[in-house]
């Protein structure tokens, strides 16, 4: 299993990035992935999951109406739009998935076993 994720920059507040995150090694039809990411000083927190045997998806609050995951199943792709960025947002950014877990809520609850390299985002006041 393999992921690799880009997109990330600097942007002013209210602005928007796309993360894309390629997945290797897996077909994007039966685990669930999601992005994760992590402030300096924080732990790590779950910000966008998607089951990709049924497209259902999940958000914590703090990104709800803000940030969308999506597929690209040709190109066995995911992406992260975020939109309405905040200062707060400001963090490295993964992506990640676990071959025994389907569910959006159940990977955004849990540790997955499987990540990518980090791509860091930066919103500026």
């Known amino acids: 299993v393999q992921l690799q994720a880009s997109g990330g920059g600097l942007v002013q507040a209210g602005g928007s990035l796309r993360l894309s995150c390629a997945a290797s090694?897996?077909?994007?039809?039966?685990?669930?992935i999601g992005w994760f990411r992590q402030a300096p000083g924080k732990e790590r927190e779950a910000v966008a999951c998607?089951?990709?045997?049924?497209?259902?998806?999940y958000y914590p609050d703090f990104v709800r109406d803000r940030f969308t995951i999506s597929r690209d199943k040709t190109k066995n792709t995911i992406y992260l739009q975020m939109d309405n960025l905040r200062p707060e947002d400001t963090a490295v950014y993964y992506c990640?998935?676990?071959?025994?877990?389907?569910?959006?809520?159940?990977?955004?609850?849990?540790?997955?076993?499987?990540w990518g390299q980090g791509t860091l985002v930066t919103v500026s006041s």
């Open positions: 090694g897996f077909t994007l039809n039966r685990p669930a």
């Open positions: 998607l089951s990709t045997n049924n497209d259902i998806t």
């Open positions: 990640a998935t676990d071959l025994g877990r389907f569910s959006s809520y159940d990977l955004c609850h849990s540790r997955p076993t499987d």
